[in-house]
């Protein structure tokens, strides 16, 4: 039947598929399958489920400022979407794959891949510093309202809203409140008790607030998400945290340490 595995919202991403069995995506409204080699998916407000029958494949989260410097493009026309890299990349990614799959497939693989994006992102975007400031910002618990990240970022309501859509992909609210779900769930999860409702974020009205924000994100209550099946999530969830100090890329930094050159 394939494993099954839920992907929370999160910030865009490329995948690249070397598994020789196909790979499937189901998200709200829409399936892909099978994925190509090189997918490159928007940012994601709602959940998805992956569907695997084994074999490798290798993620790359991109923060909003990361992909301003690799793909310069309009993020609002991709939300909720997965489409060939080709589509989105400045030149075709089929020597990247050739390398991958000629490659050990396991620690070799983060040369290769540093070596790639190093070579395409040398350049920041115009937009860079406003980029990394709002990323910022959509972390800092004390921000709930549009209004405060105008005005913390000294932008007008409607140039907040032009380079919220173009490079983070959703409006500002959007964005503040997907933040604070995430943060909620994660919490909540990792409690795993009966009183984890307590882990919620303080800016929630009440408990009933953050499951019409489950409903909103997960298109499901609390309670059935936290019964599927999940291991691959919880090892992602895990490692993430281990390595990185965020269970997740939704709620990770704005810039991360750029490796050395190889």
Same mark, same amino acid.
């Given at each position: 039947?394939?494993?099954?595995?839920?992907?929370?919202?999160? $910030?865009?991403?490329?995948?690249?598929?070397?598994?020789?069995?196909?790979?499937?995506?189901?998200?709200?409204?829409?399936? $892909?399958?099978?994925?190509?080699?090189?997918?490159?998916?928007?940012?994601?407000?709602?959940?998805?489920?992956?569907?695997?029958?084994?074999?490798?494949?290798?993620?790359?989260? &991109?923060?909003?400022?990361?992909?301003?410097?690799?793909?310069?493009?309009?993020?609002?026309?991709?939300?909720?979407?997965?489409?060939?890299?080709? +589509?989105?990349?400045?030149?075709?990614?089929? #020597?990247?794959?050739?390398?991958?799959?000629?490659?050990?497939?396991?620690?070799?693989?983060?040369?290769?891949?540093?070596?790639?994006?190093?070579?395409?992102?040398?350049?920041?975007?115009?937009?860079? +510093?406003?980029?990394?400031?709002?990323?910022?910002?959509?972390?800092?618990?004390?921000?709930?309202?549009?209004?405060?990240?105008?005005? !913390?970022? !000294?932008?007008?309501?409607?140039?907040?809203?032009? &380079?919220?859509?173009?490079?983070?992909?959703?409006?500002?609210?959007?964005?503040?409140?997907?933040?604070?779900?995430?943060?909620?769930?994660?919490?909540?999860?990792?409690?795993?008790?009966?009183?984890?409702?307590?882990?919620?974020? +303080?800016?929630?009205?009440?408990?009933?607030?953050?499951?019409?924000?489950?409903?909103?994100?997960?298109?499901?209550?609390?309670?059935?998400?936290?019964?599927?099946?999940? #291991?691959? &999530?919880?090892?992602?969830?895990?490692?993430?945290?281990?390595?990185?100090?965020?269970?997740?890329?939704?709620?990770?930094?704005?810039?991360?340490?750029?490796?050395?050159?190889?």
């Amino acid at each position: 039947m394939g494993a099954r595995s839920p992907i929370l919202p999160t $910030w865009p991403m490329i995948r690249f598929v070397l598994a020789e069995q196909p790979m499937t995506i189901e998200a709200p409204g829409a399936v $892909w399958s099978p994925l190509p080699e090189a997918g490159f998916y928007g940012s994601a407000s709602r959940i998805m489920e992956h569907t695997s029958y084994g074999g490798v494949t290798v993620g790359v989260n &991109l923060t909003p400022a990361g992909v301003a410097r690799l793909l310069n493009i309009d993020l609002s026309q991709y939300c909720d979407r997965m489409v060939p890299l080709d +589509e989105v990349a400045r030149d075709t990614c089929q #020597p990247l794959i050739v390398e991958l799959r000629a490659s050990d497939q396991g620690p070799a693989v983060k040369a290769i891949l540093d070596r790639f994006f190093l070579e395409r992102m040398d350049t920041p975007s115009r937009d860079e +510093e406003r980029i990394i400031r709002l990323n910022h910002l959509l972390l800092d618990e004390r921000i709930r309202t549009a209004k405060e990240l105008a005005r !913390e970022l !000294e932008l007008h309501s409607r140039t907040l809203q032009r &380079l919220s859509l173009k490079r983070f992909g959703y409006s500002p609210q959007t964005l503040i409140a997907r933040t604070r779900f995430l943060r909620s769930l994660i919490a909540v999860k990792a409690a795993g008790t009966k009183d984890a409702y307590r882990a919620i974020d +303080e800016s929630y009205t009440d408990v009933s607030h953050f499951l019409r924000d489950c409903e909103r994100f997960l298109g499901m209550t609390a309670r059935r998400f936290f019964k599927l099946e999940m #291991p691959f &999530l919880d090892a992602v969830l895990r490692v993430r945290k281990a390595t990185l100090d965020v269970a997740t890329p939704g709620l990770g930094p704005a810039t991360y340490r750029v490796p050395e050159r190889p």
